[in-house]
T-cell receptor, first 112, second 114 residues
């Protein structure tokens, strides 16, 4: 079956540091890939997505590139802010039924 | 825009009690689903529906029932609550077929079973 593996957290960074959160996947067919963010006490918000190989999703300074050859979708941001502190989930859909397979989530803590 | 609305936001149940988590969307989406979120486990799919009158099981369906009598509503029923069902529940919806469709989430329902 489909699966998503992302790096364990927490990831602790100082403000303005560079962020990478690794995500790799296994899936049948041609999945679409997503990053969702969950701020403390809130629901999930779509951060960015990519639907085919070599696509780059971007939003709010975050980027991720769909790498089919390495089955990866790593999340990056050049300069993190305290307000980026949250849990980040990598996820995919491949069934066509719009159901997501999630990674376990990575907590990001950014200090001033 | 209301989007995906879940009620209640917080609930405490005693073991063996039943309850229904409500989910409604106002975007005329065909697809709706329920996930549960547990520490260190990410989100796991409980049940999903591809349209009114059609439901199917996800990864962790045991102990939960669903029905889809209208396009807008997709309630999740716990028939006899157990402590293992203590979790945060998220309802989601999506406009249709295709892997690239954005899936929209409600704000979550925090359930504690004592």
């Amino acid at each position: 079956g489909d699966s998503v593996t992302q790096m364990e957290g927490p990831v602790t960074l100082s403000e303005e540091a560079f962020l990478t959160i690794n995500c790799t996947y296994t899936a049948t067919g041609y999945p679409s890939l997503f990053w969702y963010v969950q701020y403390p006490g809130e629901g999930l918000q779509l951060l960015l997505k990519a639907t085919k190989a070599d696509d780059k999703g971007s939003n709010k300074g975050f980027e991720a590139t769909y790498r089919k050859e390495t089955t990866s979708f790593h999340l990056e941001k050049g300069s993190v802010q305290v307000s980026d502190s949250a849990v980040y989930f990598c996820a995919l859909t491949s069934s066509g039924y719009s159901t997501l397979t999630f990674g376990k989530g990575t907590m990001l803590l950014v200090s001033p | 825009n209301a989007g995906v609305t879940q009620t209640p936001k917080f609930q405490v149940l005693k073991t063996g009690q039943s309850m229904t988590l409500q989910c409604a969307q106002d975007m005329n989406h065909e697809y709706m689903s329920w996930y549960r979120q547990d520490p260190g486990m990410g989100l796991r799919l409980i049940h999903y529906s591809v349209g009114a009158g059609i439901t199917d099981q996800g990864e962790v369906p045991n102990g939960y029932n669903v029905s889809r009598s209208t396009t807008e509503d997709f309630p999740l029923r716990l028939l006899s609550a157990a402590p293992s069902q203590t979790s945060v529940y998220f309802c989601a919806s999506s406009p249709g077929t295709g892997n690239g469709n954005t899936i929209y989430f409600g704000e979550g329902s925090w359930l504690t079973v004592v």
